[in-house]
């Protein structure tokens, strides 16, 4: 299975650029239709429910963490490699320096993502590295803030009640051990690094297609988590079959459909919407936890879903109202 396709255009005023009128903000490209706009919001819904598999798989899988991150970067790169070389060749030529830098920074930026968010789990409860980690749609409309633009109230409002769903659903256990502070720290870290990633490359795809952005990111990405698994001393082998085949269904739903498809539309719909849209893989996660793994959701599970939507839509309303 490979990334979804997408031919590139001229540059617009999407994701970091001016918005449609001269305003400054962040929002869908300029020029979007509704059709195109409910056709990225449907793939959107894939790619959710992609990376709502990752946790349950990681659970499942007897793997190191980090180990577990390259391979799923590593057999992604396999995939994509034949299809990126043989059929768009061309693609990957055209991206120029600024492209290759920056979707090279990208692929760096969420290796940083997984090297810090998978100890935290270890180090401070899956509950609190949770709710911290999926602050990344605070540091996207913050980061946008500091670049110039100026989010609509609605993002900040939609933001900050999908956030308040995800807590309902989570919870912050404080605690004052040193080992899980740390742990809380690299959590809130993971949660920056996801957002400069969701940014990065929201520019690239101004100009890039999927897989030429896709196949170079993914190869960055595991080329720096194999360095950080030899540092580590982590195991890249010796598991068994069933391990092996659930680290292969992590890299189609998780990588291939998942993160490829929010690359792509993070372009159309832009990094608020997809970033703040991201907060359902922690409801989605419990659900099929409790659907496959047997794990009955906490209660607050519907209710946090429910707020977390609820969040979403101000945020697309946002973006709708931007453009009309």
């Not at 239709?33 to 056709?39: D, V």
């Not at 922690?282 to 519907?302: K, N, V």
Request: net charge positive; with cysteine.
């Amino acid at each position: 299975m490979t990334a979804p396709q997408s031919t590139p255009t001229a540059p617009a005023g999407n994701g970091t650029g001016p918005a449609p009128g001269g305003k400054s903000g962040e929002g869908a490209a300029p020029g979007a239709t509704p059709t195109g706009r409910g056709a990225d919001l449907a793939l959107l819904g894939v790619a959710i429910a992609g990376v709502s598999m990752s946790a349950p798989l990681i659970a499942a899988t007897a793997a190191p963490a980090l180990a577990i991150a390259f391979w799923r970067n590593a057999m992604a790169v396999g995939v994509l490699t034949p299809v990126a070389l043989w059929r768009h060749r061309g693609e990957l030529r055209r991206m120029g320096r600024r492209a290759l830098t920056l979707s090279g920074a990208a692929g760096v930026v969420l290796a940083l993502h997984f090297g810090l968010w998978l100890p935290s789990l270890t180090m401070t409860s899956v509950a609190t590295s949770t709710a911290l980690v999926t602050t990344t749609p605070i540091w996207t409309t913050l980061i946008l803030r500091l670049r110039g633009h100026r989010p609509p109230a609605l993002v900040w409002a939609g933001t900050a009640l999908a956030v308040v769903g995800v807590l309902i659903l989570t919870g912050i256990d404080m605690s004052t051990d040193t080992r899980a502070l740390a742990g809380d720290a690299l959590a809130l870290a993971a949660g920056l690094a996801a957002a400069v990633y969701m940014l990065l490359g929201s520019e690239v795809r101004r100009t890039a297609t999927t897989t030429a952005y896709t196949y170079v990111c993914y190869s960055t990405t595991a080329f720096a988590l194999l360095v950080a698994c030899l540092v580590s001393g982590s195991a890249l082998g010796g598991y068994d079959g069933r391990s092996w085949l659930k680290i292969a269904a992590l890299t189609v739903v998780a990588q291939l459909l998942g993160h490829s498809l929010l690359n792509r539309v993070v372009r159309g719909l832009g990094p608020s919407t997809t970033s703040t849209a991201i907060l359902l893989e922690t409801p989605g996660a419990a659900l099929i936890a409790a659907l496959w793994l047997g794990q009955t959701p906490p209660a607050a599970a519907y209710p946090a879903l429910v707020v977390i939507l609820a969040g979403l839509a101000l945020v697309v309303l946002a973006d709708v109202r931007r453009e009309q």
